[in-house]
């Protein structure tokens, strides 16, 4: 499995922006995709994820209320609606890939496949 991600940039804070991850390879038709990210200095955690058969999602709780994931399972295209944003979102945003399919975990050990990384930047 193969995934591009893009959508980071440059935001002002209260700004929103939009990321965009494509998986493309021996998907199947049941997965879950989410993303992570990795500030300066600061360890990997997790943000959000959802399970591509049942839309179940999950959402850190730093990012609740703010970020939206979504999936568009004919492009099999996870997406993450960024808003309200915040200089502590600042970050690599890595998308994830885990073939099981069954629950959107919060841990990274449970997702087989990382993106590059995509950055964004909240700053005024």
């Known amino acids: 499995v193969q995934l591009q991600a893009s959508g980071g940039g440059l935001v002002q804070p209260g700004g929103s922006l939009r990321l965009s991850c494509a998986a493309s390879g021996r998907t199947g038709s049941s997965y879950v995709m989410g993303w992570f990210r990795q500030a300066p200095g600061k360890e990997r955690e997790f943000v959000a994820a959802?399970?591509?058969?049942?839309?179940?999602?999950n959402y850190a709780d730093s990012v609740k209320g703010r970020f939206t994931i979504s999936r568009d399972n004919a492009k099999n295209t996870v997406y993450l609606q960024m808003n309200s944003l915040k200089p502590e979102d600042t970050a690599v945003y890595y998308c994830v890939f885990d073939y099981s399919g069954r629950y959107a975990s919060r841990g990274q050990y449970a997702y087989e496949f990382w993106g590059q990384g995509t950055l964004v930047t909240v700053s005024s």
């Open positions: 959802i399970v591509r058969r049942s839309a179940d999602t």
